[in-house]
């Protein structure tokens, strides 16, 4: 046991480690400090040189210390790599391009890889229009439409897994706005360049005889262009162009590519590999069949990257190789999986401050604190070693989560801080699960050991169904959706897959450490719920009534204020640039007298790059901006408030993403019910679609209908909210399957008992589970409403809607329907099993 214990807490403890590493560092560090601090060799002559680009800085040479550092190196010749050895650069022979991937990396591992949201922290915000005079052919109908297609790929590119949490949207009829969090162009201001490229990949043939060194301007090829390669010598690092005649005509384009993704090559460089299409890969045969022992240019956005010697036929797969770094061919592969038709040029680029009020921010997390205390604090209290080793767990299963979160590089918001609460308080469930059955076991008689093995083995069925059903939901907002959806699938799986090895591993090894060596016998502790046997079948038809007249009320609540439920981040609306000689704290101006009369209103500070000057950003519902500014300028007339501009921005939340999530909800409800089906039976499977749909309508409807009277809530629809429901199909999945395996045990376990005495059994012995798991989310949930601001009390009412219909659902909606489904026949329940079998009851009936 010992040998044992060791390896699965080496395990434990090595994976904790990984994403510790992960998340650290778990600020940004100052890009000045951190070189300084990474220096290994000769610091004094490194010294020297950062005092140069300080010096650079100051009178206004270079914009950057990056840039600065970067612009020296290249005017000196100098070759930072020899002051800091221990970075391998070895394998980039090239001076310049081993400064710039040096200093790149030196920036990167300076800033934290979990980023903190544009509510939090701010970031970096840029506008892209398009290139009139590249697209002075297209009609108006044809901008809008390749607005749309540019608005789809830019998010492809920024947020291909859904967790970055950028804002893209249009931006009057010519224009996109993307903000993007935790960047800083101040640093480095390069960092828009792959988003604009169109990425418009083309193979042209190249002239098989002449080349233009060697031929006159006047005797060139018609239809030719001269483009130049780039050719690193791999030995020297030397970079040399080589001029080649290039077809204009392209022999094929990107249209042909399928996917593209960057690797090693041998020589240890990086190229982009491409596989084409079914179609593309025909069209690939034919055209380097004719082209064997004959180069074949490969051309992105004008530029040659390369163009190798064909030396057999290819069709499925092909290489550009280049002078590329990993990061460029990384890039270079995200881009070309994300083409654009369009070309784009930046605007306007600026900083953006973070969207919640100092106040607001700090409330919030200290609600958040205060949560997780009281999740942590109540359940040592109820359970004492055993709640210690639950608390263990959850905080394990958390750090697991933002150690994988980092890894992908997602980016943390408000939200998703209290989202992780909530989870701390939803983890502590398959825990409460376990040693409630140990307590059952402990009744029983069985000792300490005997109890632990037994509750362990008797909960695994019930964690893995209740889990397999909320991952399958994740899963299929992951395939299906795009966005924020596919974000808060992946993050959803990463939390299920963590909760069930933290309950099923950590909470085990935990136990097995306290019972079995050190010795303590009593690992439960209060004991306030003892078993009930209450006949809930007695309310079935009240409650039912009652829910689904409270459903029905909200959702003509929903219809009736229809027009008006939908934040900004769906709508979009007005976006006014604001002057002012005074800078007055969004938190006052948003409770400024009057102003919530014009429906909601966002205000955000922003810093234009290269301008020492800052101006205010109001948004609002269309046509409202003007009367919003009104209110202000007479409430604050010594800010000098002045207009000077208004644009109509279209929604961060377009409505493709809004049909998609429906979509991606529709279809995770249709894997449930087959999952549940498969598993259980297909009464069950009914029972918990219905049961997720009764709680999603209710928690909605009641969130339309407190927010049309002002009553706790603001009733508005923004984009954090779409996290919120998704949340609660989870969390109402979990609650049914646990009551449902539970009937299913009990079906076994008692043969003799009709179907409505079995589920009244099954609700009674999972009653006070079902009772502190609520207990536990709730705690972190009323925190958050009460002593949270802004978004995150809406976020939070949500959650306590959900989480209080989705326990009254698993006893009064989804159990009913299944025992009205098998019509009260316990026998149609068991008709799959093939086999004939005597009940007691019948006997005694008969």
């Known amino acids: 046991m010992t040998t044992k214990l060791f390896w699965k807490f080496s395990f434990i403890t090595a994976l904790v480690l990984w994403c510790y590493a992960s998340v650290s560092p778990i600020q940004d560090r100052p890009f000045e400090d951190f070189i300084q601090s990474q220096v290994s060799h000769d610091s004094d002559a490194f010294e020297t040189l950062l005092e140069s680009s300080r010096e650079r800085v100051r009178t206004g040479q270079?914009?950057?210390?990056?840039?600065?550092?970067?612009?020296?190196?290249?005017?000196?010749?100098?070759?930072?790599?020899?002051?800091?050895?221990?970075?391998?650069?070895?394998?980039?022979?090239?001076?310049?391009?081993?400064?710039?991937?040096?200093?790149?990396?030196?920036?990167?591992?300076?800033?934290?890889?979990?980023?903190?949201?544009?509510?939090?922290?701010?970031?970096v915000g840029f506008t892209l229009k398009l290139d009139e005079s590249a697209n002075q052919s297209m009609s108006r109908f044809e901008q809008t439409e390749q607005l749309k297609d540019a608005i789809e790929i830019m998010g492809g590119r920024l947020d291909g897994m859904g967790v970055a949490e950028p804002i893209i949207r249009p931006v009057g009829e010519d224009a996109i706005e993307i903000q993007i969090a935790g960047l800083s162009t101040k640093d480095n201001p390069e960092v828009i360049e792959a988003l604009k490229k169109p990425?418009?990949?083309?193979?042209?043939?190249?002239?098989?005889?002449?080349?233009?060194?060697?031929?006159?301007?006047?005797?060139?090829?018609?239809?030719?262009?001269?483009?130049?390669?780039?050719?690193?010598?791999?030995?020297?690092?030397?970079?040399?162009?080589l001029a080649r005649f290039v077809k204009k005509i392209p022999e094929a384009t990107g249209e042909i590519i399928k996917t593209a993704f960057a690797s090693q090559?041998?020589?240890?460089?990086?190229?982009?590999?491409?596989?084409?299409?079914?179609?593309?890969?025909?069209?690939?045969?034919?055209?380097?069949?004719?082209?064997?022992?004959?180069?074949?240019?490969?051309?992105l956005d004008g530029k040659l990257y390369s163009a190798p010697i064909i030396n057999e036929p290819l069709s499925k797969n092909a290489q550009i190789s280049g002078n590329f770094s990993q990061r460029e061919a990384i890039d270079l592969a995200n881009v070309l999986n994300n083409p654009l038709s369009v070309e784009l040029i930046v605007d306007e680029m600026y900083e953006v401050g973070p969207a919640l009020a100092s106040d607001t921010r700090e409330s919030s997390i200290k609600?958040?604190?205060?949560?997780?205390?009281?999740?942590?604090?109540?359940?040592?209290?109820?359970?004492?070693?055993?709640?210690?080793?639950?608390?263990?767990?959850?905080?394990?299963?958390?750090?697991?989560?933002?150690?994988?979160?980092?890894?992908?590089?997602?980016?943390?918001?408000?939200?998703?801080v209290a989202a992780l609460v909530l989870t701390l308080g939803m983890g502590v469930d398959a825990n409460i699960l376990i040693l409630e059955r140990i307590r059952e076991e402990r009744r029983l008689g069985k000792s300490p050991e005997g109890s632990l093995n037994a509750g362990f083995s008797k909960v695994i069925s019930t964690i893995l169904d209740a889990n397999v059903t909320t991952l399958i939901t994740a899963l299929i907002l992951?395939?299906?959706?795009?966005?924020?959806?596919?974000?808060?699938?992946?993050?959803?799986?990463?939390?299920?897959?963590?909760?069930?090895?933290?309950?099923?591993?950590?909470?085990?090894?935990?136990?097995?450490?306290?019972v079995h060596k050190l010795s303590i016998k009593r690992l439960l502790g209060l004991n306030l719920l003892p078993k009930q046997k209450i006949d809930f079948f007695k309310f079935r038809k009240p409650a039912f009534i009652l829910s689904w007249s409270i459903v029905i009320i909200g959702v003509i609540s929903i219809f009736v204020e229809r027009g008006s439920i939908l934040g900004i981040d769906f709508t979009?609306?007005?976006?006014?640039?604001?002057?002012?000689?005074?800078?007055?704290?969004?938190?006052?101006?948003?409770?400024?007298?009057?102003?919530?009369?014009?429906?909601?209103?966002?205000?955000?500070?922003?810093?234009?790059?290269?301008?020492?000057?800052?101006?205010?950003?109001?948004?609002?519902?269309?046509?409202?901006?003007?009367?919003?500014?009104?209110?202000?300028?007479?409430?604050?007339?010594?800010?000098?408030?002045?207009?000077?501009?208004?644009?109509?921005?279209?929604?961060?939340?377009?409505?493709?993403?809004?049909?998609?999530?429906?979509?991606?909800?529709?279809?995770?409800?249709?894997?449930?019910?087959?999952?549940?089906?498969?598993?259980?039976?297909?009464?069950?499977?009914?029972?918990?679609?219905?049961?997720?749909?009764?709680?999603?309508?209710?928690?909605?409807?009641?969130?339309?209908?407190?927010?049309?009277?002002?009553?706790?809530?603001?009733?508005?629809f923004t984009a954090p909210m779409l996290a919120a429901i998704l949340m609660i199909?989870?969390?109402?999945?979990?609650?049914?399957?646990?009551?449902?395996?539970?009937?299913?045990?009990?079906?076994?376990?008692?043969?003799?008992?009709?179907?409505?005495?079995?589920?009244?059994?099954?609700?009674?012995?999972?009653?006070?589970?079902?009772?502190?798991?609520?207990?536990?989310?709730?705690?972190?949930?009323?925190s958050l409403y009460i002593f949270g601001a802004g978004i995150i009390t809406d976020f939070s009412f949500v959650f306590i809607v959900g989480i209080i219909t989705g326990t009254f659902s698993s006893i009064f909606i989804a159990s009913p329907i299944f025992y009205y489904w098998h019509r009260g026949d316990r026998r149609l329940v068991e008709a799959m099993e093939h086999k004939t079998k005597t009940y007691d009851w019948e006997e005694k009936e008969a």
Request: overall charge negative.
């Open 478 to 514: 992951f395939w299906l959706g795009t966005g924020p959806v596919k974000g808060f699938g992946l993050t959803m799986a990463i939390g299920i897959v963590a909760s069930v090895f933290c309950a099923l591993f950590v909470t085990r090894s935990l136990a097995d450490l306290f």
């Open 199 to 241: 990425a418009r990949l083309e193979f042209k043939q190249v002239h098989p005889t002449l080349i233009p060194e060697n031929t006159p301007v006047s005797d060139h090829p018609a239809g030719y262009e001269v483009l130049n390669e780039l050719i690193e010598d791999r030995r020297t690092g030397e970079v040399y162009e």
């Open 367 to 416: 609600a958040v604190q205060l949560g997780g205390i009281l999740v942590i604090g109540f359940m040592i209290l109820y359970y004492f070693f055993g709640g210690l080793i639950a608390v263990l767990s959850s905080l394990v299963n958390v750090t697991l989560v933002l150690g994988v979160l980092a890894s992908l590089g997602a980016t943390l918001t408000l939200p998703g």
């Open 62 to 123: 270079s914009p950057t210390l990056f840039i600065a550092l970067r612009d020296l190196g290249r005017e000196l010749g100098t070759d930072y790599s020899l002051f800091f050895p221990d970075i391998n650069l070895t394998d980039i022979p090239n001076r310049d391009k081993r400064n710039g991937i040096l200093l790149k990396y030196l920036l990167s591992e300076a800033q934290s890889n979990l980023r903190l949201g544009l509510d939090l922290k701010g970031g």
């Open 729 to 782: 199909v989870g969390y109402s999945i979990n609650d049914t399957i646990v009551v449902f395996d539970r009937i299913r045990e009990e079906l076994e376990l008692n043969p003799g008992m009709n179907l409505k005495a079995i589920i009244n059994l099954a609700i009674n012995s999972v009653l006070a589970r079902s009772i502190l798991t609520s207990v536990t989310t709730l705690l972190a949930a009323l």
């Open 572 to 716: 979009g609306g007005d976006e006014m640039t604001i002057a002012y000689s005074q800078a007055i704290d969004t938190d006052t101006l948003l409770k400024t007298e009057g102003l919530d009369s014009v429906g909601e209103v966002k205000l955000v500070y922003q810093k234009l790059i290269g301008q020492d000057r800052e101006l205010l950003k109001l948004q609002t519902h269309f046509d409202q901006s003007r009367e919003a500014l009104a209110i202000l300028q007479s409430a604050y007339p010594q800010a000098n408030f002045v207009e000077e501009g208004v644009n109509q921005i279209g929604a961060s939340v377009s409505q493709g993403i809004q049909l998609n999530a429906l979509v991606s909800v529709l279809c995770a409800l249709v894997g449930i019910l087959l999952y549940v089906a498969f598993r259980f039976e297909i009464g069950y499977g009914i029972g918990a679609v219905v049961a997720t749909i009764h709680d999603v309508l209710m928690t909605v409807g009641l969130f339309v209908l407190f927010g049309s009277f002002d009553l706790l809530v603001s009733g508005q």
């Open 265 to 299: 090559t041998q020589t240890g460089g990086f190229q982009i590999n491409l596989e084409m299409t079914e179609e593309g890969a025909k069209r690939f045969r034919v055209l380097t069949e004719k082209l064997v022992n004959k180069p074949l240019a490969i051309v």
